[in-house]
């Protein structure tokens, strides 16, 4: 075992989490703030800002199924990188990046090419109007061109952290992220290019993520040595990947298949303006959301590897940290979200009518943000342990099986208020599960240390 390995088995937890989950943080952040960052300044472009918004509103659906594919191969890919280390088996660990690789420019450019062929029929079905269609396919067309760096970039991002180097993983989203708000400032106002601008200016940095990515391989820079000749599709690598990630891919995939209806929902009782302004609602709910998502995916190596040591109680002391952090961060963003409105709203765009749909809509859709840890860093912990389709189905309580049916229905009764208290309700019944299915699987630990001792 090299250094970083034995490090995940006897370091203290607290400070294994600080060292992987902050470095996280950070990449979740930089990643969120890619979309983030291109809505604030789409947004303030002069006269055309809230239709421009609209539009890109309506374009989300589309970068979330990218995120999926992307999470597919890249969280797939740590969390069995993480277990083969943790069980002593490094060539089984060097063939998962390998043929993650390969699987990262396979999708992404079958993506791209189906993306570019379909994109008008696409934008239409996920909400687009005839004011509206024009900026979504302006900003989408130029976003499918990227989708393989988009896919590698966030390979590379799990996968550097997962095999022991989450401060280098953070430095390269970090500068992505810088690189793609200076471009964005360049192309959108000095340029004029637009929401062109903003989309050429995501493309061109994710392209600089995943190339640096590349290239601390290619250097021979990785705790794992890299031969080219595990580039290639091996069959139980790529089996391994796909199981393990097709958990948060599901999540992704259904929180797509939720933004289609929501949008559709939202055009019906709100019109272009509602969309706009779920646009800005989940870019600032993003924000709150994504240190969480941070602190999951450091617990994940952690968690990975001492549950594949069988040091079950190290896995449930990171587990009962990273609750207490992610709830801490949950009830800050509360409170700033009910304290200063306006001001959040108010970065995105400044039109009197869009800002009082938002600021309306924002209050109700995070009603349940205090309590959200539970369910996202339980279904991470879940799905860290190897337990591919109990992750899954927790995963698409929330995200899919409770919040289709209440989008579809509330709406009938509530109006546009209906929508946006859809994502609570399901919220509260999925965690309620999750917490569930949480409880029994840190209960089952006693049992087995009790059967192992005696033994």
Do not use: H
Not at 23 to 39: C, E, F, S
Not at 160 to 188: E, H, Q, W, Y
Not at 258 to 283: C, P, R
């Amino acid at each position: 075992m090299n250094k970083n390995q034995v490090e995940l088995g006897t370091q203290s937890v607290g400070k294994l989490l600080l060292k992987y989950s902050v470095p996280a943080i950070i990449g979740m952040m930089v990643n969120a703030l890619y979309n983030v960052v291109d809505r604030i300044f789409i947004g303030n472009i002069p006269e055309v800002g809230s239709m421009a918004i609209a539009g890109l509103g309506v374009t989300m659906p589309i970068l979330t199924i990218a995120l999926a594919f992307g999470m597919l191969v890249g969280v797939g890919s740590a969390t069995n990188v993480s277990i083969k280390l943790g069980q002593g088996k490094k060539e089984e660990a060097q063939n998962i990046i390998g043929t993650g690789m390969l699987l990262s420019v396979v999708l992404g450019v079958s993506l791209t090419i189906l993306g570019l062929i379909f994109s008008e029929q696409i934008l239409t079905l996920f909400g687009a109007s005839e004011a509206t269609l024009y900026y979504a396919k302006s900003y989408t067309d130029i976003i499918i061109v990227g989708t393989t760096f988009s896919i590698m970039a966030m390979f590379f991002n799990n996968v550097i952290r997962g095999d022991g180097s989450p401060k280098l993983s953070a430095i390269i989203m970090t500068v992505g992220c810088v690189t793609n708000i200076i471009l964005d400032a360049l192309f959108i106002f000095k340029f004029n290019m637009g929401i062109k601008g903003a989309a050429t200016a995501t493309i061109i940095s994710q392209a600089i993520t995943a190339m640096w990515g590349l290239s601390y391989y290619l250097r021979k820079k990785s705790n794992l040595e890299f031969k080219l000749s595990t580039v290639r599709l091996n069959k139980n690598a790529a089996k391994s990947i796909l199981a393990i990630g097709v958990s948060p891919f599901a999540i992704q995939l259904a929180a797509s298949l939720v933004q289609v209806i929501s949008n559709q929902s939202l055009k019906t009782y709100g019109g272009d303006l509602a969309i706009g302004a779920m646009a800005t609602i989940s870019s600032i709910s993003m924000i709150f959301l994504m240190p969480s998502f941070g602190i999951s995916q450091g617990m994940q190596p952690i968690v990975g590897f001492n549950y594949g040591a069988k040091k079950y109680d190290r896995a449930k002391r990171a587990l009962q940290i990273c609750l207490i952090a992610s709830t801490g961060i949950f009830v800050i963003g509360a409170m700033i979200i009910n304290i200063a409105p306006e001001f959040l709203v108010g970065m995105f765009n400044s039109d009197p009518e869009l800002m009082g749909i938002t600021i309306n809509g924002l209050k109700k859709y995070t009603v349940t943000l205090p309590i959200l840890s539970v369910g996202i860093i339980g279904t991470n912990y879940i799905q860290s342990i190897g337990k591919a389709k109990m992750s899954i189905l927790l995963s698409l309580l929330r995200q899919c099986i409770f919040l289709i049916p209440l989008i579809m229905v509330l709406p009938k009764f509530l109006g546009l208020d209906g929508v946006w208290f859809s994502q609570p309700v399901a919220d509260i019944i999925a965690i309620v599960i999750i917490a569930t299915v949480l409880v029994k699987e840190v209960k089952s630990y006693s049992k087995v240390n009790e059967e192992e001792a005696a033994a």
